[in-house]
């Protein structure tokens, strides 16, 4: 028995050596934390919370602290019954692709036409209602334990692509002993690791693997190890829930390249991103960026008294409040591409806004730029088209843009009301009195039978309070601005004080009326001209000679038309002859005047290609027959032709 007890020690130190080395060359920060972590136990500096304890020829999980086990069963047992649970269907996934009201066929929108066909052809062509895939791509593991399941359902599905999410850094350590996890690796496959991370860097390990073979990203199959882990698995929902890639897409690109054309041929004037870094306009002044959040009710008032120790940038959407409170602000940002945004910024008093400025993304609807003809504005690149201007980037949140864009003229004393990602506490208003829109939520809804919904009613963490309810579609606006900040922090050095009485922001320093009520007794009036700060960091530019660009998407149109024509083998043969176009378009695209020519392609290809995977990747009759083949390269063949013909259009 000690013989073998001594065995089993030798083989749990073997495979914990095997997996320190597969960190440390594939993670080194979770190799380093590790040893950090052993290092500090075996010094008592810290105390173990759990011990890995042998139990009846099984392993388990002791939680030191309670004397109670973490599986309570065999592990082994319990690992085989998860693998035998786990199949090639839909079972245990996140399905992707935007369904209609039967919850069965599949939708598109005139956002992305040119992918409709390929739509159309699998409602017609694919029983949509009973789906086996012949191989797993895609596969998230929220909670590790030991990891036996892990490898049985490893070894099951044999997934290409892998996330394993634990929020205990000591549970991982101890499963080192015992799970292997170089085998997820193998093959040529990919491992992704999120230990113990916060939420925001999880999010962005969460973002590398949905970004890997994006192409993919059609279903995910997933597996919640304890209940415990549920909000995991809700984050990651919230994730993709959010950023679909049909969210993005690529005709809205190339309507903004034709709306970006427009600003330039009227001679607006651009924001020059390149000389910010020398011109940091708004370095060392006090800027208050008021958004359209209900908590900005409670300031209205000590807003206007104060508004003349501010530079004061505001959304779109609460101009007109402003207005009636006499409250003038410095810039006003817009950046929705909606024509709505022309009833926002149409103010009573055609005096109010001429001594301030306009901030405009270049995918403005032309009608809103002819409500402001009189005032200052100026455009910034909603895509880099002109990459001498350089980018100050783009999000879809117009106040987290308002912040993004303070930071980039140099703020480093910024103060935020309204950016609350809540509603009011009492009454369910997502915004401001007095707003241009309105929208109230029933704060009574509860979790909808457990199917995770959009309004369901969520309790967080409050900015100045312990505890505020919001819902997961205002949620986003929270993880908007964490994502930013923390981007922008790499670069930028700048403080930001939150006023608002909604959530907690990460990276948002938490201020409460009395402080800063008592801190505006020292701050001094701005001596500022907007208007001219900004002509010092604005250009209006020349029309670029796109000719040559139009040669090069003649030649690729040519070359797609007569791939048309192309003889295809069998299904390796049409995803070789597909690949090898796709990167000689790419090429291509290279030589262009813009990056941008090329971007369109990409996101045309990765919106499309997550249609014809899905389909080569079902286990069903006729799937990939010759003639289906020939049918599927048609339609993606003339779906490239079409955006190839669109990009000509607006370029010429």
Same mark, same amino acid.
């Given at each position: 028995?000690?013989?073998?007890?001594?065995?089993?020690?030798?083989?749990?130190?073997?495979?914990?050596?095997?997996?320190?080395?597969?960190?440390?060359?594939?993670?080194?920060?979770?190799?380093?934390?590790?040893?950090?972590?052993?290092?500090?136990?075996?010094?008592?500096?810290?105390?173990?919370?759990?011990?890995?304890?042998?139990?009846?020829?099984?392993?388990?999980?002791?939680?030191?602290?309670?004397?109670?086990?973490?599986?309570?069963?065999?592990?082994?047992?319990?690992?085989?019954?998860?693998?035998?649970?786990?199949?090639?269907?839909?079972?245990?996934?996140?399905?992707?692709?935007?369904?209609?009201?039967?919850?069965?066929?599949?939708?598109?929108?005139?956002?992305?036409?040119?992918?409709?066909?390929?739509?159309?052809?699998?409602?017609?062509?694919?029983?949509?209602?009973?789906?086996?895939?012949?191989?797993?791509?895609?596969?998230?593991?929220?909670?590790?334990?030991?990891?036996?399941?892990?490898?049985?359902?490893?070894?099951?599905?044999?997934?290409?692509?892998?996330?394993?999410?634990?929020?205990?850094?000591?549970?991982?350590?101890?499963?080192?002993?015992?799970?292997?996890?170089?085998?997820?690796?193998?093959?040529?496959?990919?491992?992704?690791?999120?230990?113990?991370?916060?939420?925001?860097?999880?999010?962005?390990?969460?973002?590398?693997?949905?970004?890997?073979?994006?192409?993919?990203?059609?279903?995910?199959?997933?597996?919640?190890?304890?209940?415990?882990?549920?909000?995991?698995?809700?984050?990651?929902?919230?994730?993709?829930d959010n950023n679909a890639v049909g969210f993005f897409p690529y005709s809205m690109?190339?309507?903004?390249?034709?709306?970006?054309?427009?600003?330039?041929?009227?001679?607006?004037?651009?924001?020059?991103?390149?000389?910010?870094?020398?011109?940091?306009?708004?370095?060392?002044?006090?800027?208050?960026?008021?958004?359209?959040?209900?908590?900005?009710?409670?300031?209205?008032?000590?807003?206007?008294?104060?508004?003349?120790?501010?530079?004061?940038?505001?959304?779109?959407?609460?101009?007109?409040?402003?207005?009636?409170?006499?409250?003038?602000?410095?810039?006003?940002?817009?950046?929705?591409?909606s024509y709505l945004c022309a009833k926002y910024l149409t103010v009573e008093n055609?005096?109010?806004?001429?001594?301030?400025?306009?901030?405009?993304?270049?995918?403005?609807?032309?009608?809103?730029?002819?409500?402001?003809?009189?005032?200052?504005?100026?455009?910034?690149?909603?895509?880099?088209?002109?990459?001498?201007?350089?980018?100050?980037?783009?999000?879809?949140?117009?106040?987290?843009?308002?912040?993004?864009?303070?930071?980039?003229?140099?703020?480093?004393?910024?103060?935020?009301?309204?950016?609350?990602?809540?509603?009011?506490?009492?009454?369910?208003?997502?915004?401001?009195?007095?707003?241009?829109?309105?929208?109230?939520?029933?704060?009574?809804?509860?979790?909808?039978?457990?199917?995770?919904s959009s309004s369901d009613i969520l309790e967080v963490e409050g900015n100045l309070?312990?505890?505020?309810?919001?819902?997961?579609?205002?949620?986003?606006?929270?993880?908007?601005?964490?994502?930013?900040?923390?981007?922008?922090?790499?670069?930028?050095?700048?403080?930001?004080?939150?006023?608002?009485?909604?959530?907690?922001?990460?990276?948002?320093?938490?201020?409460?009326?009395?402080?800063?009520?008592?801190?505006?007794?020292?701050?001094?009036?701005?001596?500022?001209?907007?208007?001219?700060?900004?002509?010092?960091?604005?250009?209006?530019?020349?029309?670029?000679?796109?000719?040559?660009?139009?040669?090069?998407?003649?030649?690729? *149109?040519?070359?797609?038309?007569?791939?048309?024509?192309?003889?295809?083998?069998?299904?390796?043969?049409?995803?070789?002859?597909?690949?090898?176009?796709?990167?000689?378009?790419?090429?291509?695209?290279?030589?262009?005047?813009?990056?941008?020519?090329?971007?369109?392609?990409?996101?045309?290809?990765?919106?499309?290609?997550?249609?014809?995977?899905?389909?080569?990747? *079902?286990?069903?009759?006729?799937?990939?027959?010759?003639?289906?083949?020939?049918?599927?390269?048609?339609?993606?063949?003339?779906?490239?032709?079409?955006?190839?013909?669109?990009?000509?259009?607006?370029?010429?």
């Amino acid at each position: 028995m000690e013989k073998e007890l001594e065995d089993l020690s030798s083989t749990l130190l073997s495979i914990y050596q095997k997996n320190l080395e597969f960190l440390k060359e594939n993670f080194e920060d979770i190799f380093n934390r590790v040893n950090t972590l052993s290092d500090d136990i075996n010094s008592n500096k810290i105390k173990e919370k759990y011990s890995l304890e042998y139990r009846d020829e099984y392993f388990d999980i002791l939680n030191i602290k309670d004397n109670s086990w973490f599986y309570g069963t065999n592990t082994y047992e319990d690992a085989d019954n998860r693998a035998k649970n786990s199949n090639f269907t839909k079972d245990g996934s996140l399905d992707l692709l935007r369904k209609g009201a039967d919850g069965i066929s599949l939708v598109g929108s005139e956002s992305y036409k040119d992918v409709m066909p390929v739509i159309d052809y699998i409602n017609t062509n694919i029983d949509l209602k009973n789906i086996e895939f012949r191989k797993i791509y895609k596969y998230v593991f929220m909670g590790i334990g030991l990891g036996s399941h892990l490898h049985e359902i490893n070894k099951k599905l044999d997934p290409f692509t892998t996330l394993i999410i634990e929020p205990e850094l000591e549970i991982f350590r101890l499963s080192l002993f015992i799970t292997d996890y170089s085998i997820f690796t193998e093959g040529n496959k990919n491992l992704f690791l999120s230990i113990e991370e916060d939420k925001l860097n999880r999010t962005n390990t969460i973002e590398e693997f949905y970004n890997y073979h994006n192409y993919m990203n059609y279903n995910i199959k997933h597996h919640l190890l304890i209940q415990n882990y549920k909000y995991l698995e809700e984050e990651l929902i919230d994730y993709f829930d959010n950023n679909a890639v049909g969210f993005f897409p690529y005709s809205m690109v190339i309507e903004n390249i034709f709306r970006t054309k427009n600003y330039v041929k009227n001679n607006d004037r651009f924001i020059d991103a390149t000389v910010l870094k020398d011109k940091p306009i708004l370095k060392d002044k006090k800027v208050l960026i008021i958004a359209a959040g209900p908590s900005l009710d409670n300031y209205i008032d000590w807003i206007e008294e104060h508004q003349d120790k501010f530079i004061i940038i505001c959304v779109d959407v609460i101009l007109r409040k402003l207005e009636k409170n006499n409250i003038v602000p410095d810039m006003v940002v817009s950046i929705d591409p909606s024509y709505l945004c022309a009833k926002y910024l149409t103010v009573e008093n055609k005096d109010f806004l001429k001594d301030s400025t306009i901030v405009f993304l270049s995918q403005q609807d032309k009608s809103v730029l002819e409500v402001v003809k009189d005032y200052k504005y100026y455009i910034a690149q909603s895509v880099m088209l002109f990459e001498e201007l350089g980018y100050l980037g783009s999000v879809n949140n117009v106040g987290t843009y308002s912040f993004m864009i303070s930071v980039h003229f140099g703020a480093n004393e910024i103060y935020t009301i309204g950016n609350d990602a809540a509603f009011n506490q009492k009454t369910g208003n997502r915004y401001s009195a007095d707003s241009s829109f309105t929208q109230i939520e029933n704060i009574n809804i509860l979790d909808n039978n457990n199917l995770i919904s959009s309004s369901d009613i969520l309790e967080v963490e409050g900015n100045l309070k312990s505890i505020v309810k919001t819902n997961r579609s205002l949620l986003p606006f929270k993880e908007s601005f964490e994502s930013t900040a923390y981007a922008l922090k790499k670069t930028y050095n700048f403080e930001v004080y939150n006023l608002s009485d909604g959530v907690k922001i990460d990276g948002f320093i938490p201020l409460t009326y009395d402080d800063i009520n008592s801190e505006i007794l020292t701050f001094s009036k701005k001596e500022n001209n907007i208007q001219e700060l900004m002509d010092s960091i604005s250009v209006v530019i020349e029309m670029p000679d796109f000719n040559e660009d139009i040669k090069i998407i003649n030649g690729i *149109l040519l070359k797609v038309k007569n791939n048309k024509t192309s003889k295809i083998k069998n299904r390796n043969d049409f995803l070789q002859k597909k690949l090898d176009l796709m990167l000689w378009i790419l090429e291509q695209s290279k030589t262009m005047s813009s990056g941008l020519f090329g971007n369109i392609f990409l996101l045309y290809t990765e919106l499309v290609d997550i249609y014809i995977n899905f389909i080569l990747n *079902l286990d069903q009759k006729d799937n990939d027959i010759k003639s289906t083949l020939i049918k599927i390269n048609n339609i993606w063949s003339d779906g490239v032709i079409n955006v190839l013909k669109d990009m000509k259009r607006v370029i010429k």
